[in-house]
Antibody
Framework: QVQLVQSGAEVKKPGSSVKVSCKAS????????INWVRQVPGQGLEWMGR????????TFAQRFQDRVSITADKSTTTAYMEVSSLRFEDTAVYFC?????????????WGQGTMVTVSS | EIVLTQSPATLSVSPGERVTLSCRAT??????LAWYQQKPGQAPRLLIH???SRATGIPARFSGSGSGTDFTLAISSLQSEDFGVYYC?????????FGGGTKVEIK
């Protein structure tokens, strides 16, 4: 059974960066798209971007493409999402989630979420 | 980008009742639509993909229908564990987008 386990909660200052990890275990990693989804407290879900580890190719939602990078390390089956120039409004839970199948970008496996708090 | 509008925003329902949630897209997504359930403090759980296919382990009381721009998630007989927020998501075009959610409360 595939599991995605994310790194722990972070508290960061405005203007700094945060890097969240998402380790996959128990199944295919390199060929499955790994997505990042943000949820501001009390609000809905927002897709940020994704990577297909075997290709190393990342796709982003336009509003995130300037400050977000997504990478993957096939050797450790871990995906990473980094947000730079953090703002107060980046305070949110960040989820990683796996594509259901090739050609289907529904998300069948989710990480537990990582709370990132931006505070001075 | 494709905008998904969910209605109603909130639903208060008694156990055993039938529930229908709506999701409308600003342009056709064919059948590339998924539904998720999220409970407080948890990650979302995939219920339906391909507009009408139940994900693994999802009870038969959940069903999805629709294509193009109008979609429905139905819960045939609401159970107490079905409370939470339900989101639709389209994966027809980039960027992938979610609806704003429907909160289902148990009356």
């Amino acid at each position: 059974q595939v599991q995605l386990v994310q790194s722990g909660a972070e508290v960061k200052k405005p203007g700094s960066s945060v890097k969240v990890s998402c380790k996959a275990s128990g199944g295919a990693f390199s060929t499955s798209g790994i997505n990042w989804v943000r949820q501001v407290p009390g609000q809905g879900l927002e897709w940020m971007g994704r990577i297909i580890p075997i290709l190393g190719l990342a796709t982003f939602a336009q509003r995130f493409q300037d400050r977000v990078s997504i990478t993957a390390d096939k050797s450790t089956t871990t995906a990473y999402m980094e947000v730079s120039s953090l703002r107060f409004e980046d305070t949110a839970v960040y989820f990683c989630a796996r594509d259901f199948s090739t050609g289907s970008n529904a998300f069948d496996i989710w990480g537990q979420g990582t709370m990132v708090t931006v505070s001075s | 980008e494709i905008v998904l509008t969910q209605s109603p925003a909130t639903l208060s329902v008694s156990p055993g009742e039938r529930v229908t949630l709506s999701c409308r897209a600003t342009e056709s997504v064919t059948n590339n639509l998924a539904w998720y359930q999220q409970k407080p403090g948890q990650a979302p759980r995939l219920l339906i993909h391909g507009a009408s296919s139940r994900a693994t382990g999802i009870p038969a009381r959940f069903s999805g229908s629709g294509s193009g721009t109008d979609f429905t998630l139905a819960i045939s007989s609401l159970q107490s564990e079905d409370f939470g927020v339900y989101y639709c998501q389209q994966y027809y075009n980039w960027p992938l987008t979610f609806g704003g959610g429907t909160k289902v409360e148990i009356k």
